[in-house]
């Protein structure tokens, strides 16, 4: 009578190919394939005790190694389905971040004084030419520039502090 390494050798030997071709066809992946067939030959070495004899040992690990595939492609599923969901999550994130910066920025802008709050609607927010602002509010273009600067700066400092 064989013993069990002789039993598993032959079975290697004869099979191996069949069984690496079974789980490609299923995983497509020839690095998960053979993980597969390693995987379906560990445990019908642990559960070879368990083997009735009724089917050839083959297709008895054949079928070990189909629903070890199964089960990759399941546990792939879902970590697919758990990638999307979390790329989903941070991209509605990064909106909602983006909303909130925006908000903030026009909240502060709308809480400064005027000339600040006017000079910087009219060019950044209207996009007029910084000549024709400066005319519009009765302002020389160098001292529109110092009012735009000086507005900035009371930007920074009040989202500084909010942030």
Same mark, same amino acid.
């Given at each position: *009578?064989?013993?069990?390494? &002789?039993?598993?050798?032959?079975? =290697?030997?004869?099979?191996?190919?069949?069984?690496?071709?079974?789980?490609?066809r299923v995983?497509?992946?020839? @690095?998960?394939?053979?993980?597969?067939?390693?995987?379906?030959?560990?445990?019908?070495?642990?559960?070879?005790?368990?083997?009735?004899?009724?089917s050839?040992? !083959?297709?008895?690990?054949?079928?070990?190694? *189909? @629903? =070890?595939?199964?089960?990759?492609l399941?546990?792939a599923?879902?970590? !697919? &389905?758990?990638?999307?969901?979390?790329?989903? &999550? *941070?991209?509605?994130?990064? %909106?909602e971040?983006?909303?909130?910066?925006?908000?903030?920025? @026009?909240?502060?802008?709308?809480?400064?004084?005027?000339?600040?709050?006017?000079?910087?609607?009219?060019?950044?927010?209207?996009g *007029?030419?910084?000549?024709?602002?400066?005319?519009?509010?009765?302002? %020389?273009v160098?001292?529109?520039?110092?009012?735009?600067h000086?507005?900035?700066?009371?930007?920074? &400092?009040?989202?500084?502090v909010? =942030?």
């Amino acid at each position: *009578m064989k013993t069990k390494e &002789e039993i598993f050798k032959s079975l =290697i030997a004869s099979d191996l190919g069949m069984l690496r071709a079974g789980a490609y066809r299923v995983l497509k992946d020839s @690095n998960e394939a053979d993980d597969a067939v390693q995987d379906a030959l560990v445990s019908a070495w642990k559960k070879f005790d368990q083997f009735d004899g009724k089917s050839k040992l !083959s297709t008895w690990v054949f079928k070990i190694m *189909m @629903n =070890i595939c199964f089960d990759r492609l399941r546990a792939a599923k879902r970590k !697919s &389905e758990k990638i999307r969901k979390f790329s989903a &999550e *941070m991209s509605k994130k990064r %909106t909602e971040t983006a909303d909130y910066r925006i908000d903030l920025m @026009n909240e502060a802008v709308h809480e400064l004084s005027d000339p600040w709050k006017v000079s910087l609607l009219m060019v950044f927010f209207r996009g *007029m030419d910084i000549a024709d602002a400066a005319a519009e509010l009765g302002f %020389t273009v160098e001292k529109f520039y110092q009012i735009i600067h000086k507005a900035k700066q009371l930007l920074r &400092e009040k989202l500084q502090v909010a =942030i």
